[in-house]
């Protein structure tokens, strides 16, 4: 198994996402991020699960969807980190 790790970047997406959807629910927000975690918590098993991210092609840079997320993330040799939490409508590379 390999350890999943965060960035400040992702946590903040997650923060972001998790405001923007309470907004309407606080408890549909509550499922969602839970959703997109239990997804990446995947990760530790099958850290290739992901496909590779279309725009970049690069083998150790991937990306799980959850609904309208994308859930970028890059393998390293000890572990996977969590780059970006991105919504599927907004140009990835623009960040």
């Given at each position: 198994m390999v350890k999943v790790i965060w960035t400040e970047f992702a946590i903040d997406d997650l923060k972001s996402i998790h405001a923007f959807i309470s907004k309407d629910s606080k408890s549909y927000a509550?499922?969602?991020?839970?959703?997109?975690?239990?997804?990446?918590?995947?990760?530790?098993?099958?850290?290739?699960?992901?496909?590779?991210?279309p725009e970049l092609e690069i083998e150790t840079i991937r990306e799980l969807i959850e609904g309208n997320y994308r859930i970028v993330y890059?393998?390293?040799?000890?572990?996977?980190?969590?780059v970006r939490v991105h919504h599927s409508s907004r140009q990835l590379l623009a960040d």
């Open positions: 509550d499922k969602f991020i839970g959703k997109i975690i239990s997804k990446v918590d995947q990760l530790e098993k099958f850290p290739k699960s992901g496909r590779i991210v890059k393998i390293n040799q000890d572990y996977v980190g969590i």
